[in-house]
């Protein structure tokens, strides 16, 4: 059997080689003997920074990653480094004295300006509202530490990909903003009825230079009211769609899921926007997405849904406005009448409305996931056992944080994990305790 013997080269010694003086050896001994000679001294002391501040000056002077030991000048680089730490900055004008050489005017005031620097940074670091000031940064670096711990979970662990499961390596979450983000799609839909598991009878979006219109042919008996609203009809026999008695083409509801994809395809992860979208138009556009397999593939081209009629109702006084209706809105502020409950003509208006009266209003507090329903029906087990209410479960799906996102955050920081990311989205710090509560109870 043959070893390989590798060599370890130490790549900042002399010829590679480690110390191996005898002298040096016993030098380095009486040094350890005399700090242990000091040590009921030095056992006490509160604070080695004034130490590491010299061990930083000696760098500057002998820096490490050069070999200074077998040199003549490290004596003079290491007096140089005890002369500043105890003269400070003008201790190169004082040798020149010494030596009878003119200290130089410039080297004086620059030596002088850096001590009255060094000077004024020690009596302000030792002043309350400095410290104050220190510990909010250290709190605010822990907690971003923390933050992103439980956010991406162990990164740099050794075998970590034999430790940890492919469940567990799932990013949670951040928290949304509309920083950066320019991409909007208005959208709207006219149906068979007022469930969420109507037919769509018409489509429109409009992004201010594409517009996307379609009648789509339904499946179901288009309901009276529904009629009377859009004026929409569709007769099963002649397999004819009617718009106030008009014929009009249609297409069937999956070529017009497929070509609002493809629209929305050529946007850089726009936002979806509409009235009342977050209640009614994006659970049935949900729930047809996912009859026809397409809910995945069209969720991870957007980024996030907002519903003006939210806004509508933070932003504007009840007492301006008769009710939150889009045509009583558009009428008011942009003076605009037209036909209402025709998707084509909603869109239109609405895209003026929002960027002309309510884009300036937004946060990222206003978005929302477009699979939000399905995060709120990830906690119905924990709504059933009353651990959480169901309008806690659904501010909770409105940021995208799902009930395995908490747990991931609970298994990577028991203690802070589900605390921080409450934080982060700006949620209660009450809900992070019951949740804590409940996953160390399910681990016993």
Request: hydrophobic residues 35%; charged residues 25%; glycine residues 4%.
């Amino acid at each position: 059997m043959y070893f390989l013997l590798y060599h370890f080269r130490y790549k900042h010694l002399p010829k590679g080689e480690p110390l191996s003086n005898e002298n040096l050896r016993k030098h380095l001994e009486t040094v350890t003997e005399n700090y242990k000679k000091r040590s009921s001294q030095l056992v006490d002391l509160g604070s080695t920074q004034s130490n590491e501040n010299f061990n930083n000056i000696v760098a500057s002077k002998a820096p490490k990653n050069r070999s200074y030991g077998g040199t003549s000048s490290l004596k003079a680089r290491v007096s140089a480094a005890v002369l500043q730490k105890n003269e400070g900055y003008t201790w190169v004008n004082k040798v020149n004295k010494k030596a009878l050489l003119s200290p130089g005017t410039i080297s004086v005031r620059v030596g002088q300006r850096i001590d009255r620097k060094r000077l004024w940074q020690k009596k302000n670091s030792s002043s309350v509202l400095f410290k104050r000031d220190r510990f909010k940064r250290k709190h605010k670096k822990t907690f971003q530490q923390i933050k992103a711990a439980v956010l991406e979970g162990e990164t740099y662990q050794p075998q970590i990909e034999e430790n940890v499961s492919v469940r567990d390596i799932e990013t949670i979450p951040t928290k949304y903003s509309l920083e950066g983000i320019d991409n909007y799609v208005v959208f709207d839909l006219e149906t068979t009825g007022l469930s969420r598991t109507s037919d769509i009878t018409q489509i429109s979006a409009y992004d201010g230079m594409n517009m996307l219109n379609l009648y789509v042919s339904p499946r179901q008996s288009i309901s009276s009211k529904a009629s009377d609203v859009t004026g929409i009809t569709f007769s099963f026999e002649r397999n004819q769609m009617y718009c106030h008695g008009v014929p009009v083409e249609s297409v069937c509801i999956r070529t017009a899921l497929l070509q609002l994809i493809e629209m929305i395809q050529k946007k850089s992860r726009p936002v979806l926007v509409g009235h009342n979208i977050h209640s009614y138009d994006v659970p049935v556009l949900r729930n047809l997405l996912r009859e026809f397999n397409l809910l995945s593939s069209f969720d991870n081209l957007i980024y996030g849904c907002i519903d003006t009629l939210k806004i509508a109702k933070r932003e504007i006084p009840k007492a301006d406005v008769q009710n939150y209706k889009q045509q009583t809105l558009v009428q008011k502020f942009l003076e605009i009448v037209y036909d209402a409950h025709n998707s084509e003509e909603d869109v239109r208006s609405l895209y003026k409305l929002f960027h002309l009266k309510l884009k300036q209003t937004c946060s990222g507090k206003d978005l929302f996931p477009f699979n939000y329903l399905s995060i709120v029906e990830g906690f119905s087990g924990v709504i059933v056992k009353k651990v959480i209410s169901k309008d806690t479960a659904r501010k909770l799906s409105c940021t995208g944080l799902s009930l395995h996102h908490l747990e991931l955050a609970y298994k990577r920081n028991n203690d802070d994990g589900v605390k921080s990311i409450m934080q982060e989205h700006g949620l209660k710090g009450k809900t992070a305790n019951v949740f804590k509560k409940f996953f160390s109870e399910k681990e016993e």
